[in-house]
């Protein structure tokens, strides 16, 4: 009997097989590093084919899920770093890592006073020259570098002397004095960017390297501006999201 439009149709037989080897891969106690049994028994375990197994273990391969080496057999590579976040909530870097199960390293910080530029000053709402404390920073999850951070807030809110012995990001050392930095929310801006020299250098990656852009004012419940950043993250790591509603009538 053939089936109607309405009636799921299966998935192919090999994506099946892909979805069961994933949960034995996560579930079955394997490594990174960890070699998988012979083709035969794995097909054996899985109750299927060695045609099909050899498709599915393909597909993973092309993902760098595994390592297939000549004469060795196949292994378990260690898994890509991923992060996925929606961007509804103003949070730090840290907190934001933290959530995912994933310990933040701070490689490289620098804390220094500035005078206002133009475009400093125009975000943060003060004449230019205004002394402001910036804080750059390079954060890394399991010495791979994820994120580098160039944040700014007025002197006068911030100096340099309370920030520099401290070993947070500058939003978080805000957050956690929320009461009295009267934190309220952010205008975000998005967008692709190549870094330059510098922050190419900070983050360990050549120059073509795309990287996802965030530029952030943050304002207190009067809608007046206490910091400004400018955060780049690498796509290859981060996925951000929002998430969409129809607007009510």
């Known amino acids: 009997m053939s089936s109607t439009a309405d009636e799921p149709r299966a998935l192919p037989r090999y994506i099946q097989v892909e979805a069961a080897l994933r949960t034995l891969l996560e579930t079955g106690g394997y490594r990174p590093g960890d070699k998988l049994p012979p083709e035969p028994s794995l097909?054996?375990?899985?109750?299927?084919?060695?045609a099909t197994l050899r498709e599915a273990l393909?597909?993973?391969?092309?993902?760098?899920?595994?390592?297939?080496?000549?004469?060795?057999?196949?292994?378990v590579n260690r898994r890509p770093l991923?992060?996925?976040?929606?961007?509804?909530?103003?949070?730090s870097i840290e907190l934001l890592l933290q959530s995912r199960q994933l310990t933040p390293?701070?490689?490289?910080?620098?804390?220094?006073?500035?005078?206002?530029?133009?475009k400093a000053a125009s975000r943060l709402a003060l004449k230019e020259g205004t002394p402001l404390t910036v804080v750059s920073s390079t954060y890394a999850v399991d010495e791979q570098c994820v994120a580098y951070l160039l944040e700014v807030a007025p002197a006068g809110l911030v100096a340099e002397e309370a920030i520099s012995g401290e070993t947070t990001s500058l939003l978080a050392y805000m957050i956690e004095e929320k009461g009295h930095f009267d934190i309220?929310?952010?205008v975000a801006h998005i967008a692709p960017i190549h870094g330059s020299e510098e922050i190419c250098a900070a983050l360990e990656i050549g120059s073509e390297t795309l990287l996802f852009f965030i530029d952030q004012t943050v304002y207190t419940s009067t809608n007046l501006p206490c910091y400004y950043s400018r955060n780049y993250y690498l796509p290859t790591v981060f996925d951000f999201h929002l998430i969409r509603r129809i607007r009510e009538t």
């Open 105 to 118: 390293t701070l490689k490289r910080r620098q804390a220094r006073s500035e005078r206002a530029l133009p």
């Open 184 to 186: 309220a929310y952010a």
């Open 82 to 91: 991923y992060i996925e976040s929606g961007l509804e909530t103003l949070e």
């Open 58 to 75: 393909r597909s993973f391969e092309q993902q760098g899920i595994i390592s297939r080496r000549q004469g060795m057999g196949t292994f």
């Open 43 to 50: 097909a054996q375990q899985m109750e299927v084919s060695r």
